[in-house]
């Protein structure tokens, strides 16, 4: 559904706050756009140390994968990785003032990840189509540049309010359930 075409009869998100701006947010000493968990301690809990974006649009991240992220002995666990890929792809967009939202991610594996040995992500924007945005990157060690794994999926460009949607959409869902609730239970009656 297009946020043009939103038609619940709840309070339309044109009518309140979208709060922050998202395409603005907060960010590290280093530079990295920090989400909603990591707002509070002002680093990110991933790991990312610091974000650039060069002149030919890649996006450079450094960033090593702490401890409580520890899957097997002394490497990552497999949802780190695909956390921080997710992650860095979506800041490509970010960093070029876009925000948008994951719709797709595939991982590829390659090698374990040691745990708080420096790692870096490259990503760039592959191409656009309507408000797909289709993004890759690889992560590898340093200082070799080994590929440790790989990552590729199809971003959606939002609005700011795409977050008070997601509100409505919510509470929708929850009168709903309500209202069944309700309804079974004078069933039952
Ligand atoms: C640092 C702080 C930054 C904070 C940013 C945080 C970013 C995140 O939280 S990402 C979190 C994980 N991702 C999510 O929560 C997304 C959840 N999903 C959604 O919200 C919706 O399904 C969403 C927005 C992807 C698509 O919504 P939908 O109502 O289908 O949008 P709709 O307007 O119909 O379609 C928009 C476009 O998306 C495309 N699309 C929708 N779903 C998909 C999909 N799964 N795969 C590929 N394309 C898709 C449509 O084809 C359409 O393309 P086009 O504009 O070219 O015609």
């Known amino acids: 559904m297009s ?3 939103h038609k619940c009869h709840c309070k339309s998100p044109t009518d309140r ?3 922050p701006d998202v395409r603005d947010p907060p960010r590290s ?4 756009a920090l989400c909603g968990a990591c707002r509070d301690k002002k680093t990110c809990r991933l790991g990312l140390i610091s974000e650039r974006l060069d002149e030919t649009g890649t996006a450079w991240f ?13 490497v990552a666990h497999g949802g780190w990785t695909a956390s921080v890929l997710d992650e860095c792809l979506g800041h490509v967009p970010l960093l070029q003032g876009v925000l948008s939202v994951t719709a797709e991610l595939a991982v590829s594996f390659i090698k374990p990840v040691p745990i708080e040995r420096p790692v ?5 924007i592959e191409r656009r189509e309507g408000s797909r945005i289709y993004i890759s990157g690889e992560m590898v060690l340093l200082p070799g540049r080994a590929v440790l794994a790989r990552g590729k999926g199809t971003w959606i460009a939002r609005d700011r309010t795409h977050f008070a949607h997601f509100e409505n959409w919510l509470a929708e869902q929850d009168s709903m359930s309500g209202a069944n609730q ?8």
Request: net charge neutral.
């Open 62 to 74: 450094e960033l090593r994968c702490p401890k409580d992220h520890e899957g097997g002995p002394n």
């Open 120 to 124: 870096e992500v490259r990503a760039r």
């Open 17 to 19: 706050s979208a709060g």
């Open 182 to 189: 309700v309804a079974l239970t004078k069933a039952r009656a």
């Open 29 to 32: 000493d280093g530079g990295v």
């Open 3 to 5: 946020q043009d075409s």
